[in-house]
């Protein structure tokens, strides 16, 4: 009986031997768990802000725009006397010519061969004439028909001569050349007498003006007010633009009328699709055809607080800025401003001079 209780005590273990084993196998076979990591709580990053202090200075309203060194008379080479077809163009624009310079020529090859055969029978005429002369007293019948003749030969020589420089054009004066009639450029076209078809600038720097172009809607409506900058009596401030120097002096300009030009000048017409400023002591090289820069101030405010104008806004019919409570957050602070440029505006009230403000 002792060794059937032996047996089953021995079968017993077994058994909880095995069904742990079998439980240990099942086990391994699940993945083994991951360790979560927790996250590390972070201080988020503080909003960084544009500032602005207000400073204290100047504001200018004003205009600036670009202009032209002009003569306001030209002289005008025209052909007085006849007309034709252009053969030649012997300037450019821009040329410049000294009095009595070939500019234009006119169809004239058989005028030339009529001339050049006229000037021969002269020639001709007037050796006969000497000889004549040589072998009979003066005053005999021989040598005063001699005379006749050649006077006769000489009259047709001047007259197609006359004729043939009608057929050019010369410089009246020196100067530079700003003008060609293009229309006769072409050679299809016939000059017509008269009509302008080189024009010189004399280079008298009297007749220089800074000339601006009216605007379309100016020429149409002559009574429509000029604007403030070219109003007949406005001072501008004008300074020459070019390559070679950086940043030239300013001089001074006023605008003044077309009977005003008229009057100093002399001439007698002034084109009235532009406005014109008289120059103060300018530049001793100034020349026609030089590009001038001017500035019209309307208005200034000097020793004002003054800040961007990207600072402000409107809302509602007030006007506000940004300034930064102790928590860093914007909040709107109002303000009252003056005067107005492209870049900056007074600060009339609602600001002091050191305060910071947020852009944008």
């Given amino acids: 009986m002792r060794k059937a209780m032996f047996w089953k005590k021995l079968i017993c273990v077994l058994v909880i031997l095995g069904a742990v084993a079998l439980f240990a196998t099942a086990c391994a076979l699940f993945p083994d768990e991951e360790n979560v990591e927790i996250p590390v709580l972070k201080t988020p990053k503080p909003v960084e802000y544009s500032l602005y202090k207000v400073a204290r200075g100047t504001i200018e309203t004003g205009s600036s725009g670009i202009g032209t060194v002009s003569s306001v008379y030209y002289t005008r080479a025209a052909f007085r006397n006849s007309g034709g077809y252009v ?8 040329d410049t ?10 169809d004239n090859n058989a005028l030339s061969l009529q001339l050049e055969e006229a000037e021969i029978n002269y020639e001709l005429q007037k050796l006969s004439y000497e000889d004549t002369c040589s072998k009979y007293p003066e005053g005999s019948v021989y040598v005063r028909q001699a005379a006749l003749n ?13 004729t043939y420089e009608n057929t050019i054009l010369r410089a009246p004066v020196s100067g530079v050349v700003v003008y060609i009639n293009t ?13 302008t078809v080189v024009a010189i600038d ?12 009216k605007t379309l809607e100016a020429l149409n409506n002559p009574s429509l007010d000029p604007p403030e900058e070219f109003r007949v009596g406005t001072n501008l401030k004008l300074q020459r633009l070019t390559v070679d120097v950086e940043e030239e002096a300013q001089f001074d300009g006023v605008v003044v009328s ?11 017409y002034v084109s009235s699709a532009t406005y014109y400023v008289k120059m103060i002591n300018p530049p001793a090289d100034i020349a026609s055809g030089n590009t001038v820069k001017y500035t019209y101030t309307e208005a200034v405010s000097e020793d004002c ?8 806004s409107r809302y509602d019919g007030k006007t506000y800025v940004y300034i930064l409570d102790d ?7 109002y303000v009252e401003i003056g005067l107005e440029n492209s870049t900056y505006a007074e600060v009339l009230s609602g600001l002091e001079e050191g305060d910071v403000i947020v852009l944008g």
Avoid: C, H, M, R
């Fill in 97 to 106: 010519v000294n009095e009595g310079d070939i500019l234009v020529e006119l």
């Fill in 202 to 213: 004399t280079l008298d720097k009297k007749y220089l003006y800074v000339t601006f172009s």
């Fill in 150 to 162: 050649l006077k006769k030969v000489e009259n047709v020589y001047l007259a197609i001569k006359e």
């Fill in 305 to 312: 607080l003054y800040i961007p104008i990207s600072a402000y």
């Fill in 183 to 195: 229309k006769y450029s072409t050679g299809n076209s016939q000059v017509v007498a008269g009509e």
């Fill in 258 to 268: 077309d009977s005003s030009i008229i009057e100093d000048t002399g001439i007698g």
């Fill in 87 to 94: 053969s030649k163009f012997n300037v450019n624009i821009g």
């Fill in 327 to 333: 928590n860093n957050l914007k909040v709107e602070k």
